[in-house]
């Protein structure tokens, strides 16, 4: 009974300590950040609250995302919206398309792009089962104070570690902004510019934007290889 | 007489021929030896992984050679490869959002930066650095992720 009690205490007092330690850590480097941007949360903080709601909304939604998707979709996406640029983020991939679009292509193209990388993502995650999230303190002083990059390390439980970096900028508001991620070392936004560009200049669609926007869902829900085995819907056809 | 006119020929011949070796492997490495324009401009860029990237390696942005690299440092304390860039004045500006990546040119494969303009109306400044960067890909990399995920499955 008494060894018991000891040795969670010692766990507890260690956990304590290990928190302690990043957040002091994080606290000692924010001061340095905060004395040229004036913030009144830490981007870091917002990846990791928003990492969290994100994994709790998993959970809950274990039971009806098969059934109702949609639901599900909306969902994640009303927990993204705050804290994610998808204006900044899609401008970036339709790049010197950008200009030459008309307002009302790229108020469309935003919508397609935000609806398109929440489907992505919510798909994603309905894989994602017993891994573990870990959102790493700030490792270095940003060059420019307006942006940085947030590091996340997403663990399976087969012990692989898939890094993801987040880059961040400060809106007019102050407040932390994602507008590209950089997963596993492959640069999400450029890869998107990439096919954005290629598809823009395929004879398939003529330099029509129109047309590259209204297919622009169906170019990137090809993208991620992993996703084709989250097919469980296809044994199930099968049976 | 005739004798040291063939031995000029085949000396000339053997001469030219190491020449065009010469050539062949500047050519082939992908390092420009011409002296850049005066008029440049410098930009710098981060990578995880420049792997093969040499000073003088090109800059270019849709195949055409815009600049070439000045200076690769790395920055021991993080890990990350610092590229100086020059930028010839026919090519600036540049937006602010321009991505650069690594790309290999050819089967021998020599490494170059391939740089894709941004939508941005704001311009890089002299100096500046490029936000947007994708390293090079290695392939001990690949292989050891595909190990893993192999393991795991």
Redesign the interface.
Known sequence: MNAVLTTTDGRVSLQGFCVGTILSVSLALGAGIASAAVADQSPHDMVRETSDAVLALIEQAREYAQDDPERFYREVQALLDPVVDFESFA??V??????NATPAQRKRFIESFRSGLVRTYALALTEFEDGEVVVLPP??PP??PR?QTVTMQIR?P???VYPVLY?VAQDRDGAWKVR?L?V????M???F??QF?SAAQDPKYGGDLDRVIDDWADLIEEEPPGLDETGDAEPEHQA | MQMRTIEIGVGAFVLAGFLALVVLVVQVSGVSLVLAPTNSHRVMAEFDDVAGLRVRSKVSMAGVTIGRVASIDVDPLYGVAIVEMEIYERSWPLPIDTGARILTEGILGARYIGLMPGGDDEMLEDGGYIQDTQGALVLENLIGDLVTRLGAS
């Open positions: 401008r970036s339709m790049a010197v398309h950008y200009r490792d270095r060059r420019d942006r399976t087969h012990g692989a880059s590209n950089i596993n070392g492959v640069n936004g450029l890869t510019r990439n560009n």
